[in-house]
């Protein structure tokens, strides 16, 4: 307990140190912050144009305008947490290693992997989060649809689960690139990945389409991040449907596997470290 | 004029043995670069989907069938690959700040013309190593084009590819010059780089957007970066049209080419050399 406390404090000064260093050059704080809204809206807008021409993505698939504004406000609360909290980290953890950093790191009396994820918070990727509610708010008044209270209490739990895989996915790639020399950069990657979350899964369909789709929900549980808590939210959840509780439950068991990965890749790469410049 | 062909020619050798370094990323990247078409092949399937279910008998939207909107993607990152600049601005602005760009003010040689250079040179590499990921991209989805164009849409397509090169060039090399009164520009960067790619078409064709939007979008000068060598390609700018498209876009690479020259003619008396 006294350990688990000793964390959070941790953990808190992380949070102050990070929001004083922001404070300290507000104008680029602001211009972050600012930037990093103009992407939310300029992704918002390309859906809001695709939707003057069709009432749904895909035949069938109740994919309409404001079904896809929640599943957009969704990925949107999850990357803004991810963004937030690990981005820079991971993409730092290259450097630490190659430039020997992560000695200093290493001779503190906590979780390595603990600090090195968390050690810098970004508050500018914050107010995309906002967004992301008010966007989820918007969506659900104009589908008039209020969701009961399990599926109010599964939202969190899956945006969580969420932030999880994403978390574990990055930090994993991260430490891989340890090995492979950093010319291309974990970043590059990411982007790449996230992209297929762009748009609900069902899109992936067809002969080329399904393998996709098993690979990206399987192997890679990419897919079930912003489906699966997009969905819990869209509908009831009805137990006597195995379709409605399969994934969900699928997607316990890779948050928990992806986080053993990210484990496991991170202490590995942790063994080979040869502190180089030091 | 051979001293200073000699010069260019050693310029141009230098940077391209400098590019030359990092050959399997190159290839391995640019395959990379193409995986966002993966899921525009599959959103615009399951668009044209919706449309038919909703009873609308319409095979086209604003224009594009379901193949010209891929071939609209793949056709962006020709022109992308073209006028993108990556580092240049950025460069320019750091060169300007820890006073390395002294040395374009001392030695005889035109720094805008070295840049140039240099980008050609960077450019030459990544086509000759971009080809093989490029061709194999475009064979494996030769099924969204139909055909090879007429012989003068070809051309224009060259010309407007050879312009969208030097357009972005010269934009970039304005925007870094900014550096000269400005200490940090790299926020401003990012910024002007998220409304290129909005602007620039390589999210969607700026066809799909409503009137107002186009014309606000065809009126400024980043629709030649990706959107409009794509569209010319496509058959979408033809005739009159496109005389003037070309036309315009000469007169924005005269204009860039001015206000660049203009920004170094005075910032460099504006430069105070820090840096030592």
């Known amino acids: ?278 | 004029m051979t001293a200073r062909l000699a010069l260019w020619w050693t310029v141009l050798r230098i940077s391209l043995s400098e590019r030359l370094i990092y050959r399997a990323d190159f290839a391995l990247g640019t395959l990379m670069r193409f995986l966002p078409v993966v899921t525009q092949i599959f959103l615009w399937w399951a668009v044209f989907e919706g449309v038919a279910a909703s009873g609308a008998a319409a095979q086209k939207i604003a224009g594009y069938s379901y193949r010209d909107f891929i071939a609209y993607y793949l056709l962006t990152y020709i022109g992308r690959a073209l006028s993108s600049m990556p580092g240049l601005a950025s460069g320019l602005a750091r060169d300007i700040r820890d006073g390395t760009v002294k040395k374009y003010l001392i030695q005889p040689i035109d720094m805008l013309g070295f840049l140039l250079l240099t980008r050609l040179a960077h450019k030459l590499v990544f086509y000759t190593m971009a080809l093989l990921p490029f061709a194999l991209v475009f064979y494996l989805c030769r099924g969204f084009f139909s055909g090879w164009p007429d012989a003068v849409t070809l051309l224009a397509f060259l010309a407007s590819l050879v312009m969208a090169f030097l357009l972005g060039f010269l934009i970039e090399a304005t925007l870094g010059m900014i550096g000269f009164w400005f200490l940090e520009v790299s926020s401003l960067l990012f910024v002007f780089m998220l409304i290129s790619f909005f602007c620039s078409g390589h999210m969607f064709p700026l066809d799909i957007l409503p009137e107002f939007w186009q014309a606000v979008l065809r009126a400024i000068p980043l629709q030649y970066l990706a959107y409009f060598p794509a569209a010319v390609f496509l058959g979408k700018i033809a005739g009159a049209e496109l005389a003037w498209g070309l036309a315009i876009e000469a007169a924005w690479i005269v204009f860039f080419l001015a206000a660049a020259r203009a920004a170094f003619h005075f910032g460099a008396r504006h430069y105070s050399a820090y840096g030592g």
């Open chain 1, 1 to 278: 307990m006294t350990a688990f406390l000793s964390y959070l404090r941790v953990l808190a000064t992380f949070a102050r140190n990070s929001f004083v260093r922001d404070m300290t050059f507000r104008g680029n704080f602001l211009i972050e912050a600012v930037t990093s809204l103009g992407w939310a809206s300029m992704n918002l807008a390309f859906y809001v144009l695709i939707f003057r021409y069709t009432p749904m993505i895909g035949a069938g698939t109740g994919w309409g305008r404001y079904e896809f504004f929640l599943f957009f406000a969704t990925g949107l609360l999850i990357s803004s947490l991810v963004q937030t909290f690990f981005m820079t980290n991971a993409d730092e953890l290259s450097d630490l290693i190659r430039l020997g950093g992560l000695d200093f790191i290493l001779l503190k009396p906590m979780d390595t992997q603990f600090l090195v994820s968390l050690k810098r918070i970004d508050w500018s990727s914050l107010p995309n989060f906002a967004v992301g509610a008010a966007l989820l708010a918007y969506a659900l008044v104009e589908l008039h649809y209020a969701p009961g209270p399990t599926e109010i209490l599964l939202y969190p739990l899956y945006l969580a689960c969420g932030v999880v895989i994403y978390y574990s996915l990055m930090m994993t790639m991260a430490a891989a690139t340890v090995w492979m020399g950093r010319n291309l950069t974990l970043l590059d990657f990411w982007f790449y990945l996230t992209n297929f979350n762009r748009f609900p899964m069902e899109i992936y369909g067809g002969p080329y389409g399904l393998p996709l789709r098993w690979l990206l929900t399987f192997i890679i549980p990419v897919l079930v991040v912003v489906n699966v808590p997009a969905e819990i939210l869209l509908r009831p959840l009805r137990p006597e449907m195995p379709r409605d509780w399969l994934l969900p439950a699928f997607t316990l068991l890779a948050t928990a596997a992806s986080l053993a990965l990210s484990r496991w890749t991170f202490q590995r790469a942790i063994a080979s470290y040869r502190s180089a410049s030091s």
